[in-house]
């Protein structure tokens, strides 16, 4: 299977001409809208069928109790289906054996760092995700990781803004706040009590870790994976399923220490037995979330390869009103429609990823536009 790259570093691309920077321009795109795809399916499968599992599991009618159990196993859940990655990672090609240098230990040590570093950070947002998800203040919170992501984008990743990218960022904004979809394990509003500092600090800490993640993820590809140069010094998609793979694999380690430690695995059995539909059904719909899960962070991890953290998160919020269209349709939520509201939220998502589409379009051109310029110059000389 043909690799993929990323936008070339600059001295590459110098030494490109302008009829295969085209060719590869073309390649990226093509590769952008593949992985907002996954990102769109992922989060539209994961929506759909956690909605599924809540209205099963007899939630909204459980008391305070148990509102908030089963949080370990979603957060495993989240991460556990990365083997099925495995023979994709193998499929795609390695890069010419020339290109690849030998690894210093010193290499080996900061990869490994990267990845369980990521790992536990991956594990502490899907745990507090799970949790965080289950209190009614979290559709608030999550335009508040934008926020954040765009924060760390700055000052982590060094990115640079213009007037596209805020734009986008502001219509996103709106977009995730009036266009949330329905969640049916999220309490009725009079059951919960008045906020503590533990609830906010489990809505806080989720949106913190996880912009802060995307962030790191990038500047490991960056820093860490092309600059060890174990696959050349050239982006390519293996990079992607081999985090994943790997930060995964920690995540999980986690989870279901987590899991054993609370003693949460007791609940299982009796979890599945009050499935209203049966036990067969209890475990496809974890496979199905397992695997959905799975198709969103590979399509999530291939944006902020390509293009950016920040990229990604947008996509990611911008999915919220066509997930919310979806959840109305398949769902019979009692005052869940799609008012004007959720359709002026579609729209400025539809304004927000073509106002980033627009910013990158522009970047692009202008890499050809120097391209030809330096060629012209030589040519002359
Ligand atoms: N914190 C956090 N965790 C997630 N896991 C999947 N999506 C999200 C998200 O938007 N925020």
Redesign the pocket.
């Known amino acids: 299977m043909e690799e993929f790259q990323g936008p070339e570093p600059r001295g590459q691309m110098m030494s490109e001409n302008p009829r295969s920077l085209e060719l590869n321009q073309r390649k990226w795109w093509i590769s952008v809208f593949f992985c907002g795809f996954l990102i769109f399916a992922g989060d539209s499968l994961v929506m759909l069928l956690l909605n599924f599992f809540y209205v099963q599991d007899n939630r909204s009618e459980s008391n305070q109790d148990r509102q908030y159990k089963g949080t370990w196993t979603q957060a495993l859940i989240?991460n556990a289906a990365f083997p099925i990655l495995i023979p994709f990672f193998f499929k795609f090609s390695s890069p010419n054996p020339e290109t690849v240098s030998n690894q210093t230990n010193n290499g080996w040590f900061r990869v490994l760092s990267l990845y369980v570093s990521l790992g536990v950070l991956v594990s502490v947002?899907?745990k507090l995700?799970a949790l965080a998800k289950l209190y009614v203040g979290w559709g608030i919170l999550?335009s508040t990781?934008l926020i954040l992501t765009s924060l760390f984008s700055a000052f982590i990743n060094r990115l640079k803004f213009n007037r596209w990218i805020i734009i986008s960022i502001i219509f996103t904004l709106a977009a995730d706040f009036f266009g949330s979809p329905a969640f049916a394990g999220t309490p009725d509003e009079d059951e919960t009590d008045a906020y503590d500092i533990k609830a906010w600090l489990i809505l806080i800490f989720?949106?913190l870790?996880?912009s802060l993640s995307l962030c790191l993820m990038q500047l490991g590809f960056e820093k860490v994976l092309v600059k060890t140069k174990r696959y050349g010094n050239k982006k390519v998609f293996r990079m992607v399923l081999e985090m994943q793979i790997c930060v995964s694999f920690i995540a999980t380690l986690v989870c279901t220490v987590g899991l054993f430690a609370s003693g949460e695995f007791k609940e299982l059995k009796g979890d599945s037995e009050r499935f209203k539909k049966g036990k067969t059904y209890y475990i496809l719909s974890l496979v199905g979330l397992a695997l959905s899960w799975q198709v969103w962070a590979v399509g999530l991890l291939g944006l902020v390869l390509l293009v950016s953290g920040l990229f990604a998160d947008v996509v990611?919020m911008c999915a919220s009103p066509v997930v919310a269209l979806l959840v109305v349709l398949a769902f019979d939520f009692m005052d869940d429609d799609f008012g004007w509201q959720r359709r002026g939220a579609l729209l400025g998502a539809v304004l927000a990823l073509a106002s980033y589409f627009y910013s990158l379009h522009k970047t692009k051109k202008k890499e050809i536009a120097e391209l030809n310029k330096r060629e012209n110059n030589n040519s002359e000389a």
Do not use: E, I
Request: net charge neutral; aromatic share 28%.
């Open positions: 989240q947002y899907s995700y999550v990781q989720p949106t870790a996880f990611h």
